[in-house]
């Protein structure tokens, strides 16, 4: 699977958009950009992807670079309940279960101040 | 969507015995995976466990150690072996939907602590 960069932390204040880079420079053709988060004490949770078009749902929204080495996640109005480790994951399209499975890399921690 | 349980939620072992970690599906998957997140860290997939074939285990993870199995579409269980302190972790189990296999769902994990 394809590696994925991302710093190691960030900060935001509540109510503000967040923006969290993700490089991706070995991407392949066939590898979807998603997005997971973790809350403290919880398993990981789905949030958004996408292959080449930017994509929106109510939780984010996902800006893909037009050569696709990069991407974003944008919250669009931080809340206090965003604070999580936010993980870009490339993972390869398919329905075997080997393709499946995501390789998690170590995210970002955001941190979101009153 | 997926609701994920796993039991026990935590638990404190001794070093050398052995806990069984299960996870239950309210929907029937054929895809699951177990994963392993050590203090601080990210998670590490342990192994893939479709109903219907053998544990598949990533690389650094054998049988022996991290038994598992998929009687069903809606239940596996991952037994911790012969444990030792570096075993203490938060284990999780997720699914793919048979329906929807862009997302996976995670259940909330066993934290485990051997001492």
């Known amino acids: 699977d394809a590696k994925t960069t991302q710093p190691n932390s960030m900060e935001s204040n509540e109510e503000e958009p967040v923006h969290l880079p993700c490089n991706h420079s070995?991407?392949?053709?066939?590898?979807?950009i998603h997005w997971y988060r973790q809350l403290p004490s919880q398993g990981p949770e789905y949030v958004i992807h996408?292959?080449?078009?930017?994509v929106n749902n109510r939780m984010a929204s996902l800006a893909i670079a037009e050569d696709r080495k990069s991407s974003t996640l944008i919250l669009h109005r931080a809340t206090l309940r965003d604070a999580a480790v936010y993980y870009c994951i490339l993972r390869d399209w398919g329905y075997g279960g080997a393709t499946n499975k995501l390789i998690f890399g170590t995210g970002t921690l955001l941190a979101v101040q009153p | 969507s997926a609701v994920i349980s796993q039991k026990p939620s935590r638990d404190i072992c001794q070093r050398g015995t052995s806990l069984t970690i299960q996870c239950q599906v309210d929907s029937q998957v054929t895809m699951m995976f177990w994963y392993r997140q050590q203090p601080g860290q990210s998670l590490t997939l342990i192994a893939t466990a479709n109903q219907g074939s053998e544990a598949t285990y990533e690389s650094g993870f054998v049988i022996d150690k991290f038994p598992i199995s998929r009687p069903n579409l809606t239940f596996s269980t991952l037994t911790v072996s012969n444990m030792s302190p570096e075993d203490s972790s938060i284990y999780l189990c997720?699914?793919?939907?048979?329906?929807?296999?862009?997302?996976?769902?995670f259940g909330p994990g066993t934290r485990l602590l051997v001492l």
């Open positions: 997720s699914v793919v939907l048979d329906y929807s296999p862009e997302t996976q769902y």
């Open positions: 996408g292959l080449t078009s930017n």
């Open positions: 070995t991407i392949s053709g066939t590898d979807y």
